[in-house]
């Protein structure tokens, strides 16, 4: 299994700001996923990251509200940007591993985004 | 999008089993059936995966009907920490290489009681 941390583990943030949060993982991983969490909703996935190319953005996120860097095979950074109440959430980075024929996918324990 | 349908709230006596069901009629023949479950205020965690034969591990039990349109996560002996979010998730999956992108629902509230 990976172990994953982030930073911050939440943060007050006022509107039109922007704020970047970290995905350290302790293992080499190829993939990494960026979701987010509206308050009482399900996970929602906002992008893939690999390293070494552009991450890939699900629909209705966007690279310049939510750039993602991934500069190598142990971490990834999320920018939320411009933000707006709406995009207080908790967002947690993934990453997915193979233990045998197995595809596990470990979740950090997520950054608390609360945007006033 | 999810793929896939549960009841939104269960509860379960502690030391009983927790059956959760979850739909996914629209299934197709690669992709694989996983359960994670998110505890208040963590990160989700993986429980299990299979694609038709029935599994278990250390966790829990997982059984596909054998028209693979809906399957049933079996906890055999809740216990008060088992209480959380159970989410049922349908994805494509091949050696060598996934797709890695996970749709979540809106899963199911287990409700362990004493």
């Known amino acids: 299994s990976a172990v994953i941390s982030q930073k911050p583990s939440r943060d007050i943030c006022q509107r039109g700001t922007s704020l970047t949060i970290q995905c350290q993982v302790d293992?080499?991983?190829?993939?990494m996923f960026w979701y987010r969490q509206q308050p009482g909703q399900s996970l929602t996935l906002i992008a893939t990251?690999?390293?070494?190319?552009?991450?890939?953005?699900e629909s209705g996120f966007v690279i310049d509200k939510f750039p993602i860097s991934r500069p190598n095979l142990t971490f990834s950074t999320l920018t939320v940007s411009n933000m707006s109440p709406e995009d207080s959430s908790i967002y947690l980075c993934?990453?997915?591993?193979?233990?045998?024929?197995?595809?596990?996918?470990?979740f950090g324990p997520g950054t608390r985004l609360t945007v006033t | 999008d999810a793929k896939t349908t549960q009841p939104p709230s269960m509860d379960c006596a502690e030391g009983r089993a927790a059956n959760l069901p979850c739909n996914h009629s629209?299934?197709?023949?690669?992709?694989?059936v996983y359960w994670y479950r998110q505890i208040h205020s963590q990160g989700p965690q993986y429980i299990i995966h299979?694609?038709?034969n029935n599994e278990t591990n250390e966790m829990a039990s997982l059984i596909i009907t054998e028209d693979r349109k809906s399957s049933t996560l079996i906890l055999p002996h809740a216990t008060l920490r088992d209480t959380a979010v159970y989410y049922c998730?349908?994805?494509?999956?091949?050696?060598?290489?996934?797709?890695?992108?996970?749709?979540f629902g809106r899963g199911t509230q287990l409700t362990v009681w004493p």
């Open positions: 993934s990453v997915e591993g193979v233990s045998g024929s197995s595809y596990e996918q470990y």
């Open positions: 629209t299934i197709s023949g690669n992709e694989y």
């Open positions: 293992s080499q991983v190829t993939m």
């Open positions: 998730i349908v994805r494509v999956q091949w050696r060598g290489s996934t797709l890695g992108r996970l749709y």
């Open positions: 299979g694609l038709k």
């Open positions: 990251a690999n390293q070494g190319s552009e991450a890939t953005y």
